[in-house]
């Protein structure tokens, strides 16, 4: 019995003495050496120090989902890239003390650069971007980059706004009854249904998605979906191209022709030619009206909630655009 006391007695004193040397040890963590890298100080002093943003540039299976096909950006167009989004997204909101505040406070802490088209595993579909949790957004087709190729810069654009106004909404809830203006027009998956009657792509467009009050047809997918469309697309758009297609009724009842000037067309007597409404033309006109509640809604939360003036942030993207092949 002696015997087992003296022997658990060593044994504590061992333990207490290991644990004990443990607590007095100092813990020097390894020191991380910063890349010198041209490009990734590019991202560092742009991106990281100033907004707390890691742009990953460089290849990293981890960031892009196994199910989808992608290539990796080119060296070359990274700090391209990095500019355009400075110039485009960045400084259009931070030219007055809210905006700066507002980006400081809620631009993404990752960015991600993907060089190709990402494929979807149908191999057909493609993904142009997305926003994970609040936290990531994600560029494709990078190595494209021209910024004397409208299609592309629109929708390079167009992403970095719908996938920011996802991380705005997934923070602050959508605007006070937004979901209350339309909410039976909603087709979920049905968007994909859709024509592209108005236009083709980036976005795809539909007069059926007008007519439901939407945007866009994603738009038509859900609430969430809807407002971002309404945001990505007023402030990429000059205010007479969205109230064209968005706001202004069209004719409902058959009209006078006019031409580039506002003058009435003639015909051969002299009698002004007519045109004929478009058999839609009520409700597409009533899917407007739904268009004008949601704008003013998206626009009135920008400037209560962050003091951002939506229509100054347009005003300045649409100016830097028309300024690029002067």
Same mark, same amino acid.
């Given at each position: 019995m002696r015997k087992l006391t003296l022997l658990l007695s060593i044994v504590f004193i061992s333990l207490f003495s290991a644990c004990d040397s443990e607590d007095n040890s100092i813990y020097?963590?390894?020191?991380?050496?910063?890349?010198?890298?041209?490009i990734s100080i590019y991202f560092r002093e742009n991106f990281l120090t100033p907004y707390g943003t890691a742009v990953r540039w460089k290849w990293d299976d981890n960031l892009v989902d196994d199910t989808k096909r992608v290539t990796p950006p080119l060296r070359d167009v990274c700090i391209p890239m990095g500019d355009f989004i400075k110039k485009f997204w960045i400084e259009p909101f931070t030219m007055t003390e809210p905006g700066e505040k507002f980006m400081l406070d809620h631009f993404p802490p990752e960015l991600v650069f993907i060089g190709s088209k990402m494929y979807n595993s149908d191999g057909e579909s493609v993904t142009l971007g997305y926003a994970d949790a609040g936290v990531r957004i994600t560029f494709t087709?990078?190595?494209?980059?021209?910024?004397?190729?409208?299609?592309?810069?629109?929708?390079?654009?167009?992403?970095?706004?719908?996938?920011?106004?996802?991380?705005?909404?997934?923070?602050?809830?959508?605007?006070?009854?937004?979901?209350?203006?339309?909410?039976?027009?909603?087709?979920?998956?049905?968007?994909?249904?859709?024509?592209?009657?108005?236009?083709?792509?980036?976005?795809?467009?539909?007069?059926?998605?007008?007519? +439901?009050?939407?945007?866009? !047809?994603?738009?038509?997918?859900?609430? @969430? $979906? /809807?407002?971002? &469309? *309404?945001?990505?697309?007023?402030?990429?758009?000059?205010?007479?191209?969205?109230?064209?297609?968005?706001?202004?009724?069209?004719?409902?009842?058959?009209?006078?022709?006019?031409?580039?000037?506002?003058?009435?067309? +003639?015909?051969?007597?002299? !009698?002004?030619?007519?045109?004929?409404? @478009? $058999? /839609?033309?009520? &409700? *597409?006109?009533?899917?407007?009206?739904?268009?004008?509640?949601?704008?003013?809604?998206?626009?009135?939360?920008?400037?209560?909630?962050?003091?951002?003036?939506?229509?100054?942030?347009?005003d300045e993207i649409m100016k830097r655009i028309s300024e690029i092949n002067k």
């Open positions: 020097t963590p390894e020191k991380v050496i910063e890349s010198t890298d041209p087709q990078v190595n494209e980059y021209d910024l004397t190729n409208s299609q592309w810069m629109f929708m390079q654009l167009r992403t970095a706004e719908h996938e920011f106004g996802h991380i705005i909404h997934q923070r602050h809830n959508l605007p006070d009854g937004f979901k209350e203006v339309s909410p039976e027009n909603y087709k979920s998956n049905n968007w994909l249904n859709l024509a592209g009657d108005v236009q083709a792509s980036s976005p795809k467009i539909s007069r059926e998605a007008i007519t +439901l009050g939407m945007v866009s !047809n994603y738009g038509t997918s859900s609430e @969430n $979906e /809807d407002f971002c &469309e *309404i945001l990505s697309l007023y402030i990429t758009s000059t205010e007479a191209e969205f109230n064209e297609r968005y706001i202004t009724h069209e004719h409902e009842a058959p009209y006078a022709k006019v031409d580039a000037d506002g003058n009435p067309v +003639l015909d051969a007597d002299g !009698n002004p030619v007519m045109l004929d409404p @478009n $058999e /839609d033309a009520a &409700e *597409i006109n009533e899917g407007r009206d739904i268009i004008a509640v949601k704008l003013k809604m998206v626009k009135d939360y920008y400037m209560n909630k962050f003091e951002i003036d939506l229509d100054q942030v347009r």
